[in-house]
């Protein structure tokens, strides 16, 4: 690809959806949903599975229904005979069981009626399950299908505990081993484990294994604490120090406390070195969770492991009669697993409508998390080796993971026009062998709540993935990420679209190296366009708009809006050859544009953007080698005060060869200051070319 190939073409706004294998004729799908207001835009371009007139078979699963009832009825009939079935596994077996009698030959619809449908184990689906529609009876909110992982908690008495009165639940599979509970949903909101600090972080005084030659990617178990940060509490290895460090949490329970020594050992290695980013002499933030002795806060509970009790403090309001709790047993809610070693995916399964919570989360011994983006915290809905699968109109919410993971072998399906929310990891996940997977018109967060590293659409090693038309917010890491190789070899992570997506308070001041979207890798004919990105906030450094990460190659960005940024609106540390046109970028706090390593080779081209900024600095790091190409832009710091370009004045900048064509003019926006950056009459933007961003058309679509 030639320097200037990438920025050759103005794409279509809008990319072309796939085509795809699945329904075709689901007409009393369609009168349900249509009468429930449940929309799934993508179904209707499925292509036909069965010969033209196969009827659509429906299955009605209930509540109120009972195990070898037929399924053909939405209610029980008079003599409660037969009536609809009682659960989703329910449905599929007996879907299974029709087939292979040959009594379902065509396209078969489960129609689910409002209720809560606990599971035991995770609800499963085999590659003889597919073309099969499951859809809820209602969208209506207080009317939800809900499948559950959790248990819902009774028997609560008082009892006292740190002085205080407190409700208490016997669990007898806690106290024999079979059930820990991590998480706790009260009324439908997540209740936190007790933590110290209440509030902001401790920090760590000291690592006893290492010093300031220990590399940053080794990991301890030990470290000092400040006298009375951390102490011999009850019940010590349920006691959790979340270390904050780099772009990553780790999790570590404590294995031994040292109160003369102020020293701490842990039961596994962190992830990396115990320091706050880079600076050796700065230890982690921290904070601890789970401590018996710390609950003195309504709203907070504690699970006894050795006595099985559940303690929770209620709320002014609550009492047990009124209130409705619920503890998750299942890590997953839904594995759609086929096998594509012997050419047999899971086809054309639907899920519309459907409310998918209560998923817990474990870590396995040996790890405190991963390297980057959570990427080993599995999804609560799991997709393996499946095609053409969809996941619209509902929700996945109250869950410890990723909401949706298509993991490997996973091609041409979808998530669209759901809610995925309280999420303790990430939104969707798409990884190494799978492509051509569509993210559309979702709501993503808050996520990142128990492993603050997660991303809301997390994108690895894997091509050909559209994400448009989202609402990304609230993440404590970053809000899109697509690639996962670094530096200038081949990767897989080619044609990915992101565009139309609104992208958030994100960072949050607590990790740092992210971004609202970010890229890894070689990554040619990627499009990062039409994204309304700000409010982007990292701890120590890093917090950019747009950061091409290492290796980023051939990536076109266009017609984004990016505001209020700790660090630049856009940011490479490496790369090559992209191409940066027609954006916005504003009120970056440290610096607008930054590029980090200087290469042989052409950086990027910038051409066309408009750069509004009331700091000091337009440029920041290294911009002295020249190897980029710069012209036909507009800057202006607020106020009409001088500024330079890295050092230079802007005559002399453009004797270097850069922005010859430029202007420094106020772009005469409506209300930037408040996001409004459409333009007054007269604006000079026109004079770059510079084509007006229609920020209406950006976010969830209805």
Not at 109 to 124: K, M
Not at 189 to 200: D, N, Q, S
């Amino acid at each position: 690809m030639t320097v200037t190939g990438v920025c050759s073409k103005r794409e279509s706004a809008t990319r072309r959806i796939h085509a795809r294998e699945g329904f075709s004729r689901l007409a009393v799908v369609g009168l349900l949903l249509s009468a429930s207001g449940i929309g799934c835009s993508n179904v209707k371009n499925l292509r036909p599975t069965m010969p033209a007139g196969t009827p659509v078979q429906a299955i009605f699963v209930s509540p109120d229904g009972k195990p070898g009832w037929s399924g053909t009825l939405v209610q029980p009939n008079a003599d409660k005979t037969d009536g609809p079935l009682p659960s989703l596994q329910a449905a599929r077996d007996a879907i299974r069981a029709r087939r292979a009698k040959s009594e379902l030959t065509g396209e078969v619809a489960v129609v689910v009626a409002p209720g809560t449908y606990y599971l035991e184990e995770p609800l499963t689906f085999e590659p003889k399950d597919s073309n099969v529609f499951y859809s809820s009876l209602s969208n209506l909110a207080e009317k939800r299908a809900i499948i559950s992982g959790g248990r819902r908690i009774t028997g609560w008495k008082t009892a006292e505990v740190n002085g205080k009165k407190v409700w208490a639940a016997e669990l007898a599979d806690v106290k024999s081993g079979e059930w820990y509970p991590r998480q706790l949903f009260v009324d439908n909101e997540r209740r936190p484990r007790t933590r110290l600090p209440k509030k902001g972080y401790f920090e760590l005084a000291g690592l006893p294994q290492a010093d300031d030659k220990t590399p940053w990617g080794e990991g301890q178990t030990e470290a000092a604490f400040k006298p009375g940060d951390i102490r011999q509490w009850r019940n010590l290895g349920d006691v959790e120090v979340v270390a904050l460090h780099f772009w990553v949490e780790s999790r570590l329970p404590l294995a031994e406390v040292n109160e003369a020594e102020n020293l701490v050992k842990f039961t596994r290695k962190s992830t990396f070195r115990l320091t706050d980013a880079h600076n050796p002499k700065q230890f982690a933030r921290y904070y601890v969770e789970n401590v018996f002795e710390a609950l003195d806060t309504p709203g907070q509970w504690y699970v006894d492991r050795p006595t099985g009790m559940l303690y929770y403090m209620p709320r002014p309001g609550e009492t047990p009669e009124n209130t409705h709790i619920i503890a998750p047993r299942l890590p997953q809610l839904l594995r759609v697993v086929g096998d594509r070693k012997n050419d047999r995916p899971v086809k054309s399964i639907v899920f519309s409508g459907l409310e998918f919570s209560h998923a817990d989360w474990s870590l396995p011994a040996d790890k405190a998390g991963s390297v980057q983006a959570a990427f080993e915290v599995p999804g609560a809905l799991y997709f393996q080796d499946a095609d053409s699968c969809t996941v619209c109109a509902g929700r996945v919410n109250h869950v410890s993971g990723y909401a949706v993971e298509f993991a490997s072998g996973c091609v041409n399906n979808v998530v669209e026009g759901c809610e995925l929310t309280d999420l303790g990891a990430g939104g969707v996940k798409v990884w190494s062998g799978s492509s051509h997977t569509i993210v559309h018109n979702c709501e993503i967060g808050p996520g990142g709540i128990i492993f603050h590293s997660a991303i809301g659409v997390l994108i690895g090693p894997s091509g050909d993935n559209t994400v448009t038309h989202n609402e990304i917010h609230d993440f404590n890491y970053t809000g899109v990420s697509v690639g996962w190789s670094w530096g200038y070899q081949s990767s897989p992570a080619v044609r990915n679209i992101v565009e139309y997506n609104h992208i958030h308070d994100i960072g949050k001041g607590m990790l740092s190296d992210m971004g609202g979207i970010y890229t890894l890798g070689v990554s040619p004919n990627t499009r990062l366009r039409y994204n309304l990105i700000h409010d982007i906030e990292a701890h120590t450094y890093g917090g950019w708009g747009i950061y091409n990460d290492e290796g980023s190659t051939h990536i076109l960005i266009e017609n984004n809006i990016v505001y209020r940024t700790k660090h630049a609106g856009y940011h490479q540390h490496y790369g090559k050859e992209n191409c940066i046109r027609n954006n916005i970028f504003a009120f970056g706090k440290e610096a607008q544009l930054q590029r980090t390593r200087e290469e042989e080779h052409t950086s990027f081209i910038f051409e066309r953007n408009i750069v509004l900024f009331d700091s000091p600095n337009l440029l920041g790091s290294n911009w002295g080698n020249n190897k980029y190409v710069m012209d036909y832009n507009l800057y202006w710091r607020t106020g009409g005060r001088p500024f330079d370009f890295a050092g230079a004045s802007f005559e002399d900048w453009k004797k270097r060869g850069h922005d010859t064509h430029s202007i420094i003019a106020d772009p005469q926006f409506v209300d930037p200051a408040n996001g409004d950056f459409s333009f007054k009459p007269g604006h000079p933007a026109h004079r770059i070319g510079f084509l007006p961003i229609d920020t209406s058309k950006i976010g969830r679509v209805k």
